[in-house]
């Protein structure tokens, strides 16, 4: 599965920023555990560049809703909530320095609605060596 990044590259190629966010849709309903992952900056661009290749360790659903800022997973039992000490590890894991990053960068791109992600984490990336 290729995966486009548009922030926190560097991040990425340090090894900070080990998962990702992404709207809930059919790219990721068979995306699984132990799947590659190929990540880019730049995609379907001149300026396109491979920056390595992971392993997803898990996907999590995830909902969060900007405005009031709540965030819980959907578990086969109900919905979880999602304290803000938890929610904050997710947000800096993420590539956020703090929970009002996280929650600003949400409600720019996506709005004040309640929308489904998946919270893709990965492990064993392969960063891909520079060719200068």
């Not at 560097?10 to 080990?18: A, P, S």
């Not at 555990?33 to 190929?38: I, S």
């Not at 900056?41 to 900007?66: F, M």
């Not at 304290?83 to 409600?107: H, T």
Request: net charge positive.
């Amino acid at each position: 599965m290729n995966v486009n990044f548009t922030v926190f590259i560097d991040k990425i190629l340090l090894g900070e920023k080990r998962q990702t966010i992404r709207r809930a849709s059919p790219k990721w309903e068979n995306v699984k555990a132990g799947d590659k992952l190929t990540l880019y900056t730049g995609l379907r661009t001149k300026q396109c560049r491979k920056l390595g290749e992971a392993v997803v360790e898990s996907i999590t659903p995830i909902c969060l809703l900007t405005v009031p800022r709540w965030a819980w997973i959907k578990t086969p039992l109900g919905f979880l909530t999602i304290c803000d000490d938890d929610l904050g590890l997710i947000a800096r894991m993420d590539g956020f320095n703090n929970l009002c990053q996280f929650w600003q960068f949400f409600a720019e791109k996506y709005g004040n609605k309640e929308s489904e992600f998946n919270v893709i984490r990965w492990a064993d990336f392969k960063r891909v060596k520079d060719e200068h």
